[in-house]
């Protein structure tokens, strides 16, 4: 069993710049792909990015080239480096690892214009 616990959410206005972070306990996350996933208010939560087990990346198109995904194993650690933040953006920022659909409880991220 694993636990995940995001946090780094926030009130930013936009342009600014956050980092989220995902506290992996109770399993090591280094054999297995994680990934970021969001929800806004009235919408499906959907994929942000993604990290594989060897540290390739994806990312959703409305996020590449403004979000960063990245990992430290020693930490047990993903985190989620956002920056040129968007009112759009604004959601519930979910952790998840991709095998056995273990989810975090989410962070907020508000960007106000």
């Known amino acids: 069993q694993v636990q995940l616990v995001e946090s780094g959410g926030g009130l930013v206005q936009a342009g600014g710049s956050l980092r989220l972070s995902c506290a992996a306990s109770?399993?090591?996350?280094?054999?297995?792909?994680m990934g970021w996933y969001r929800q806004a208010p009235g919408m499906e939560r959907e994929f942000v990015a993604r990290?594989?087990?060897?540290?390739?990346?994806s990312y959703a198109s409305a996020v590449k080239g403004r979000f960063t995904i990245s990992r430290d194993n020693a930490k047990n650690t993903v985190y989620l480096q956002m920056n040129s933040l968007k009112p759009e953006d604004t959601a519930i920022y979910y952790c998840?690892?991709?095998?056995?659909?273990?989810w975090g409880q989410g962070t907020q991220v508000t960007v106000s214009s």
């Open positions: 998840k690892r991709l095998a056995g659909d273990y």
């Open positions: 109770g399993r090591s996350i280094s054999p297995y792909d």
């Open positions: 990290i594989s087990w060897s540290g390739s990346t």
